[in-house]
C-alpha cells in the first residue's frame, strides 16, 4: 500500500476477517519500530507470517519470504513502474494482482491491448450512492455552506490544502467561518505517532473537519465523513482527483464533493477538461470510463520503460494499437502473416465525432474493430451496426468507412505507403510480399502517359483533372486496378 494510514486500515481489517483462522497477519511501516520490525522480518523469513501488508519499506532487498504465493498491490496508480516490476522479481511465477479506482493510462493500455488481464467491478455495494460533485470559484460562503450542511446531519468533513506551508492558515480560516467545528491538522511531515493519533480521533468522530494535505487520497474508509472540499483542485491530476472524490460516499448517506478553483477562466485547458470530465462522470463504477478519458488526455507512456503517460499522440490511437497488437502476438509465439499496414496520407478526414458515438469506451472499441476489419463484409457488418446503433452517419464516418476498405484493398495489392500530393498518387510496395512486378510494369506500359514506375519499387500515377475532386474515389479505384 502507498501510505501508513492505509496500511494501519488493512492491517485491522485483515486482523478482524481472519480472526477465526489460524492465520497471522503483520504491518511493515514506519508506525513499526525497528526493533519490532526486525523480529517480523525474521518470522516472515521463516514462514511464521502468512500475511504481510506493509508500504515501500517491502521493497527493500533486506526483506526475504519463506515461500511468497501472491502479491497484491493496492493504489496502483500511487506506485512507480519500478517498484511493481522489483515486486514481479521477488519470485518466478508468482501471481500478482493490482487494485486501483483508476488504472494508469500505462497500465489500461496494457490491459486493452491484452498484456495483461483485467476485470471492472462495475456493480456498487448494497445501498452506495453517488457522489454529488460540484466546481466552483473558492469562496467563504461555499466552504461555510458545505461544512454547515455536514455537521448539521451528523457527519465529518474532510478539507484538502495541498501546501503544508500555509495549512495552519487553512485550520484558522475554517474555524472562523464555522466556529463550532472541531478541527485538526493532517500531513506527511508529521511525527508518526501524532499523525496515528489524530487519524484515529477523526475515525472516533472526535474530530469534525480535517484538515490535510493529500495524504488522505488513498483507500480510507470512514463511512461518516461524506464531505470533502479540494482547494485548488486544478492542481491536480484526473485520477487523483477522482481518487480523492473516493473518500466520501462510502455509506449508504448522499456524499458531496466540492472542488474549488480560482476561476475557470484563469486555469489551463488540461485543467478544465480534467474537471469537467470528474463532474460528468460521478456514478459508483465511473473509474474505468474516467481512467479511458485519462488514457486519450495523456497518452498510454512506454509499456517497456519507466513513463505512464505520454507518447501516443505522436502516433495516433489508431497506429499505435495496430502496432501493439501485432508486438503481442510475436512474443505470445501466435502466427504472424507477414502482413503489413499500409500508411495512407490523403487530405481525407475520417472519424467518429462525439456528437455521433459520445461514449469514449464505444469509440475506442469501434476505432479498433474497423482498424482489425479484414475483408469489405467485415466493415459492411460495421457500418449496418453503427447505423443501428446511432443513426445515420455523419460525412466523416462515411469518409472512415471508405478509408477502412481502402486500406483492406491496399494491403491485397501489397502497398506499405500511397500518398497523394498535386494530383499526383505516390505508392511503395512490399517487394518481399508476393508482388506481380510483371503486372505492375504491364499497367504502366498501357498508361505510360500517367503512370510512371521507379527501380526501388515505387510508382507515381497522375489523376485527370475530374479524378481530384474525390481523391478517396481516384485512390480505391486504382487499389482495385492494381488487384486485377
Sequence with gaps: VPTTILALQHLSTFRARLAERAVRVEMACRLVRPAEQKLIFADLQAGKVDVIIGTHRLLRPDVAYADLGLVIIDEEHRFGVRNKENLKKLKEHLDVLTLTATPLPRTLQMSLSGIRNISVIQTPPPGRRSVRTQVTRFSRRVVEEAIRRELDRGGQVFFLHNWVRSLPAMERFIARVVPEARCALAHGQMKDRELEEVMSRFVRHEIDVLVSTSIIESGLDIPSANTIIVNRADHFGLSQLHQIRGRVGRAADRAYAYFLVPGLSTITADARRRLEVLADFTEVGDGY????????????????????????????????????????????????????????????????????????????????????????????????????????????????????????????????????????????????????????????????????????????????????????????????????
Aim: net charge negative; proline share 3%.
Design 289 to 484: 470510463r474516467i481512467a479511458a478519458e485519462d488514457l486519450e488526455i495523456r497518452g498510454a507512456g512506454n509499456l517497456l520503460g519507466k513513463a505512464q503517460s505520454g507518447h501516443i499522440a505522436a502516433l495516433g490511437y489508431d497506429l499505435y494499437s495496430r502496432l501493439l497488437e501485432r508486438a503481442v502476438a510475436q512474443v505470445r509465439g501466435q502466427t504472424n502473416t507477414g502482413e503489413i499496414e499500409p500508411e495512407i496520407t490523403l487530405p481525407v478526414a475520417g472519424l467518429l465525432p462525439d456528437d455521433y458515438v459520445a461514449d469514449l469506451d464505444q469509440r475506442l472499441s469501434l476505432y479498433a474493430r474497423l482498424s482489425r476489419a479484414q475483408d469489405e463484409e467485415e466493415v459492411y457488418e460495421l457500418e449496418q451496426e453503427m447505423v443501428d446503433r446511432f443513426g445515420p452517419a455523419p460525412e466523416s464516418v462515411e469518409k472512415l468507412w471508405e478509408l477502412t476498405l481502402l486500406r483492406i484493398e491496399l494491403k491485397r495489392a501489397f502497398v506499405l505507403t500511397l500518398e497523394y500530393r498535386g494530383g499526383l498518387f505516390t505508392l511503395k510496395f512490399n517487394l518481399d510480399s508476393a508482388l506481380d512486378a510483371t503486372k505492375l510494369a504491364r499497367l504502366a506500359q498501357e498508361q505510360s502517359e500517367r503512370i510512371v514506375l521507379d527501380p526501388e519499387g515505387g510508382m507515381q500515377v497522375r489523376l485527370a483533372s475530374a479524378q481530384r475532386k474525390d481523391v478517396l474515389r481516384a485512390a480505391r479505384e486504382l487499389a482495385r486496378r492494381l488487384q486485377a
